[in-house]
């Protein structure tokens, strides 16, 4: 853990800001990659309006703009450097913004070299390891006129850092940071470092707060929450801890990203009995091969991962699931990718996150023969896609009929009478109501389904 001295010591740093006479007014932060990323940008959120910032309502007017970048796919990170580097003309007519760079890209191996080298106009740069220390690396930022750059292994867990919430009625909650399970496409483990639970008690006391701040729905956060609990005293398991989080009184909880090979019957039994825990379940496959599943180093094979499939259906009907699936590694097949649509056909997902494989470097897999030319992956990933969208139409029918529960987060695109929000089993729900119904639960009989979304009537 961070020491209290070291968290001390940041606390100064943000009053001696907030009376620097030429600090920022104002801030946006831009956040690319998963929830992980999306919760740190609410502590550095957090953090900034502790030194006295307001936030911004565009990031061209900003004072300070930083960007938490991801680094899974190449793509999430040509797109973070490409809208860095747009912010640069921005400045041209606001010379005194300051520009940071920060999160999982920055961690990567040789990047902080690449930031000193050609993204010279970038003053701030740090990495996972270092959000934390974000008003000593700004303080110092202000302070001089060269850049400042960062970048440490990330290892320990910061508590106590204050939060900036995107949503009042919805929370983030982390359980555990880092990931070791390396699965040989996945540059996380390296960009997040090793896997560190934080403490139970910790968490039943954020839990509780929340729930006293009127927070509806919690979700639990963490690369792989199931294998909660390692390396702290006693090994408390996942679900030994979502037994406790259930008994607090939280309206709704929910969870993610599970591994299926951690996904064991003492966690289904727990969910299956639970109040408040939501009967969804995102369960990454990545593939429904067993030479592929290998080479991911995933731990499990196709009948393992049905077999959890089948015994979480058993336990909890209906049960919403959805998934992530990669196509095209290295020397996949076309063989091996139809046991990945077949898989997919059996398994009838709520929703699926496909994606085109991606080398990262530093991984095992990028240094696997086999490349697959991108006509191929791009006519894989279509006709995947195409499948689940036919058969997720078909999924969801099941749901007429039932009643749902749904926490409304906004308007309709579509009309201002309706709104639109999660149901209990994680899937989109359009039903009747006003602005007034933000924020609320709502119960209504769903009626039909139409484009991925189920349509329902307020009860
Ligand atoms: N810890 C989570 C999330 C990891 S990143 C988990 O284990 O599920 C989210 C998804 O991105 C992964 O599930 C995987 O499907 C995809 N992904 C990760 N690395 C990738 C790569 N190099 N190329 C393509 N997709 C990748
Ligand atoms: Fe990446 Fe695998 Fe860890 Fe998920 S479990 S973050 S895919 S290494
Ligand atoms: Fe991306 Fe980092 Fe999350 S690489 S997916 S933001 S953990």
């Not at 609320?440 to 009626?447: G, H, N, P």
């Amino acid at each position: 853990m961070v020491t209290r001295e070291e968290m001390e010591k940041q606390e100064q740093y943000t009053e001696m800001i907030r009376s620097l006479p030429h600090k920022p007014r104002s801030y946006y932060v831009v956040t690319y990659g998963c929830q992980m990323n999306a919760h740190d940008s609410e502590k550095i959120a957090g953090m900034l309006d502790d030194m006295g910032m307001e936030a911004a309502d565009v990031r061209e007017e900003a004072d300070f703009v930083i960007f938490n970048t991801c680094c899974v796919r190449e793509n999430a990170e040509r797109r973070a450097l490409g809208n860095v580097t747009w912010l640069k003309e921005v400045r041209k007519n606001k010379p005194e913004m300051i520009i940071a760079v920060c999160g999982c890209m920055i961690q990567e191996p040789g990047m902080a070299e690449k930031i000193l080298k050609q993204y010279r106009f970038v003053d701030l740069a740090f990495g996972t390891a270092n959000l934390h220390k974000l008003p000593e690396l700004l303080y110092e930022t202000l302070n001089s006129r060269e850049q400042c750059v960062r970048v440490e292994e990330a290892d320990l867990i910061a508590e106590g850092l204050p939060v900036h919430r995107l949503r009042q009625d919805a929370a983030y909650l982390t359980i555990m940071y880092g990931c070791d399970n390396f699965c040989s496409y996945c540059i996380v483990p390296y960009v997040r470092g090793r896997e560190r639970s934080r403490d139970v008690s910790v968490i039943l006391h954020e839990a509780e707060n929340l729930v006293q701040s009127g927070v509806k729905e919690i979700m639990l956060l963490g690369q792989n929450v199931n294998s909660y609990g390692k390396g702290l005293p006693g090994n408390p398991s996942f679900a030994s801890l979502l037994k406790q989080l259930d008994g607090i009184g939280i309206p709704r909880i929910r969870f993610m990203t599970s591994h299926p090979k951690d996904l064991n019957d003492e966690l289904i039994e727990v969910m299956a009995g639970g109040k408040h825990i939501l009967p969804q379940f995102h369960l990454p496959v990545q593939s429904g091969n067993d030479e592929i599943l290998k080479k991911m180093n995933r731990h499990y094979t196709r009948e393992q991962y049905l077999n959890r499939v089948r015994k979480l259906r058993e336990a909890i009907p209906d049960i919403g699931l959805s998934t992530d699936i990669i196509v095209s590694f290295p020397g996949e097949t076309e063989e091996q990718f139809q046991d990945t649509m077949s898989l997919v056909r059996e398994v009838r997902y709520d929703s699926a996150f496909t994606f085109i494989y991606s080398p990262r470097t530093g991984t095992k897999a990028a240094k696997m023969e086999g490349l697959i030319p991108d006509e191929v992956s791009t006519e894989r990933i279509q006709r995947l896609i195409a499948l689940q969208e036919n058969l997720q139409q078909e999924t969801l029918k099941r749901f007429i009929g039932m009643q749902e529960e749904v926490l409304v987060e906004g308007l309709s695109r579509r009309s201002k009478l309706a709104v639109s929000g999660k149901g209990r089993h994680a899937v989109s729900v359009t039903m009747d109501g006003t602005e007034a119904d933000i924020g609320r639960i709502l119960s209504c009989r769903i009626t039909g389904v139409k484009n991925n979304t189920l349509m329902g009537e307020r009860i």
